[in-house]
């Protein structure tokens, strides 16, 4: 199963909404997680089963999909919330990870 | 507290050979799966496999099967990469994570809730 990111670069201003999609080359039902990964620093999962949210992630962070189409969603879009995001399927063993959409503040 | 702890950084020659270690602390090392991710220089993550320390079972990516080695030694809480024989495209930071769900438990489970800090390795002759 192979994960496609869009788009791979965003660039947006404080408080803006942003949106990053992954698709699935095949349909994987909810099995996807979001993960973040600041500079320097490991990932840390924000999402699971496609639209949960893991303890302790702020609400601005949503996920929403099923099948083939996923999408990330940060409502307001923060200083601290730069970095990489990468998605990942949980269907079957390998377990990939998407390419990866780098968030940009202006 | 879940703490993962990596072996240090690593320079090796092409050819050589090398183990990189990861120690789980603060939970139950056998119940539940230890995973490795690569990140090359600049990219993305690839997940490489994970092993079951209950009895050292494994589940390798196609990329990665045949080009290292998994394993656990569940009386030192310990995880561990192996090569035998390095190559300049291994140059990377290596992290060790576990999941969150129980080793018993579905795929949709074993997503990664804990990372150890990464373990960059340089090979250059």
């Known amino acids: 199963i192979q994960l496609t990111q869009s788009p791979p670069f965003v660039s947006a201003s404080v408080g803006d909404r942003v949106t990053i999609t992954c698709r699935a080359s095949?349909?994987?039902?909810?099995?996807l997680a979001w993960y973040q990964q600041k500079p320097g620093k490991a990932p840390k999962v924000l999402i699971y089963s496609a639209s949960t949210l893991q303890s302790g992630v702020p609400s601005r962070f949503s996920g929403s999909g099923f099948g083939t189409e996923f999408t990330l969603t940060l409502s307001s879009l923060q200083p601290e919330d730069l970095g990489t995001y990468y998605c990942q399927h949980l269907n079957s063993y390998p377990l990939a990870f998407g390419g990866g959409t780098k968030v940009e503040i202006k | 507290e879940v703490q993962l702890v990596q072996s240090g950084a690593e320079v090796k020659k092409p050819g050589e050979s090398l183990k990189i270690s990861c120690q789980g602390s603060g939970y139950s090392f056998t119940n539940h799966w230890i995973g490795w991710v690569r990140q090359m220089p600049g990219k993305g993550l690839e997940w490489m496999g994970i092993v079951y320390p209950g009895d050292s079972d494994t589940r390798y990516s196609p990329s990665f099967e045949g080009q290292v080695t998994i394993s656990a030694d569940k009386s030192i809480n310990t995880a561990y990469l192996q090569w035998s024989s390095l190559k300049a495209s291994d140059t990377a930071i290596y992290y060790c994570?576990?999941?969150?769900?129980?080793?018993?438990?579905?795929?949709?489970?074993?997503?990664?809730?804990?990372w150890g800090q990464g373990t960059l390795v340089t090979v250059s002759s």
């Open positions: 994570a576990r999941p969150s769900g129980l080793y018993y438990q579905a795929v949709a489970t074993q997503f990664f809730a804990y």
């Open positions: 095949q349909g994987i039902d909810n099995f």
